[in-house]
């Protein structure tokens, strides 16, 4: 498997290339604008071909590479049936699979951080969104965030993978770059709680700034990035 983790410093955000095998069929998770051009260029080094690119959810943080890499590359976008845009090219559900060749990534919707927000699944591998942070939850204040669906969606979900799944998440703001899914169930202190209740009331708790790019960036991204002139 061909496997890149790429990083957006401005926005903390992750973006994760991968492919079954050189020469085939690549998939990117998260692309930021800003680094369209340097995207396109490891995949024509790398000699794939760009199948598809999706977002996790409607960021708020950074603007989307979704649609300038469809303009360029001609592959498809995608995003899940929540998220409310009609920009993207499909819509996927939950217990579908994403495909590059014969690598497929199950999805599982995992909603809190925003009522769009899905994770993507490969054996060993968990790819979480703001769902899971690496000792960390994404936060749940905005964008339809609900801090009880959080909690379902880590606990009931996300935590239930087998202990050796590794996570790579969309933001790490430490430094970090992978961890466990049992790593994070016993080291993540969002997730040393007694129950749902404990949850909402950590997270309610949270006093947070709006990010810098909240207002641009969410009703871009709600376009696929494609930026129009009010
Ligand atoms: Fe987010």
């Given at each position: ?7 957006d ?15 085939g ?9 800003d680094?369209?051009?340097?995207y396109v ?6 000699d ?12 708020a943080?950074?603007?989307?590479a ?20 009609e ?23 995992t909603?809190?951080?925003?009522d769009?927000?899905y ?12 769902t899971?942070?690496i000792r960390?939850?994404g ?21 239930r ?33 007694s129950?749902v209740?404990?949850y ?6 949270l ?11 969410v009703?871009?991204n ?6 129009v002139?009010?």
């Amino acid at each position: 498997m061909i496997f890149r983790q790429l990083f957006d410093r401005t926005s903390s955000t992750y973006t994760y290339l991968l492919a079954e095998r050189q020469g085939g069929e690549a998939l990117l998770i998260d692309p930021v604008l800003d680094h369209t051009s340097q995207y396109v260029r490891l995949i024509r080094e790398l000699d794939l071909k760009l199948v598809k690119a999706v977002d996790t959810h409607i960021h708020a943080d950074h603007v989307t590479a979704l649609g300038a890499l469809r303009e360029q590359t001609g592959c498809t976008t995608a995003m899940g049936a929540m998220t409310m845009t009609e920009c993207v090219s499909v819509h996927f559900h939950e217990g579908e699979k994403l495909s590059a060749d014969n690598l497929h990534l199950e999805i599982l919707y995992t909603p809190g951080h925003t009522d769009d927000s899905y994770s993507f699944l490969l054996p060993d591998r968990v790819f979480t969104g703001d769902t899971l942070l690496i000792r960390g939850t994404g936060r749940t204040d905005f964008q339809n965030g609900d801090p009880a669906a959080q909690y379902d969606s880590l606990f009931n979900k996300l935590l239930r993978l087998p202990e050796s799944t590794r996570v790579y998440p969309a933001h790490d703001y430490n430094g970090m770059t992978v961890s466990t899914i049992g790593e994070e169930k016993h080291h993540n202190p969002r997730l040393q709680v007694s129950g749902v209740q404990a949850y909402v009331e950590l997270m309610n708790g949270l006093v947070l700034d709006d990010p810098r790019l909240m207002d641009i960036a969410v009703p871009a991204n709600r376009a696929c990035g494609v930026l129009v002139a009010a």
